[in-house]
């Protein structure tokens, strides 16, 4: 069972550990990692907008974090999208040890019906590599467009909030604000 709940500075080492080790085996397959941004990553969990969570197991081990913001980047949506409310889904980190338990997919799921229950319509995110790009449609993402930004492309995906019925995997509904 697990728990999606805001993360504290109490969350920074349990963090950094979560990124290090995904450096690692993103280093080893030979793709960019955050190596050099371990330390702002868990600087992040004293967050003033209380917006980054983390997905922590029963027994309190942090294996996932991200950001679920209430606005999106001005980049990579029309003015129209922009103006739909919407919670934008980003800067997911897994830890790899964990991947047959697919946290990424749970955290997105999460968003997902957190989003709903909000009465929120959409939930939207980014990404910049096609690899990731596939595995968020595999969570119900839809591929809204690419682009090219001026050093990467970019993939923007969204998906219709809606309800879903996380009680195998969650011990208790996400209450916090």
């Known amino acids: 069972m697990f728990m999606m709940r805001l993360a504290s500075a109490n969350d920074s080492a349990q963090i ?19 190596r ?3 330390d702002a990553l868990a600087a992040e969990c004293d967050n003033p907008d209380n917006d980054v969570w983390v997905l922590e197991t029963a027994q309190g081990r942090v294996i996932g974090r991200t950001v679920v913001q209430d606005q999106g980047p001005p980049w990579g949506w029309t003015d ?13 980190i897994t830890h790899p040890a964990q991947r047959d338990q697919r946290p990424g997919t749970l955290m997105a799921s999460w968003t997902v ?11 939207r995110r980014h990404c910049h590599f096609s690899g990731v ?10 591929l809204v467009r690419e682009e090219q930004r001026t050093n990467a492309r970019l ?20 209450s916090q604000s």
Do not use: I, K
């Open 16 to 34: 950094a550990d979560l990124v290090r080790a995904r450096c690692g085996w993103l280093e080893e397959r030979g793709l960019p990692s955050w």
């Open 36 to 38: 050099d941004a371990v």
């Open 80 to 92: 129209a999208e922009r103006a739909e409310s919407a919670l934008y889904l980003s800067g997911s």
């Open 113 to 123: 019906d957190r989003a709903a229950q909000l009465g929120v319509p959409w939930v």
């Open 133 to 142: 790009a596939r595995y968020n449609l595999t969570q119900g993402f839809t």
């Open 155 to 174: 993939y923007v995906m969204a998906r219709r909030a809606e309800r879903l019925d996380l009680s195998a995997w969650f011990r208790q509904p996400h």
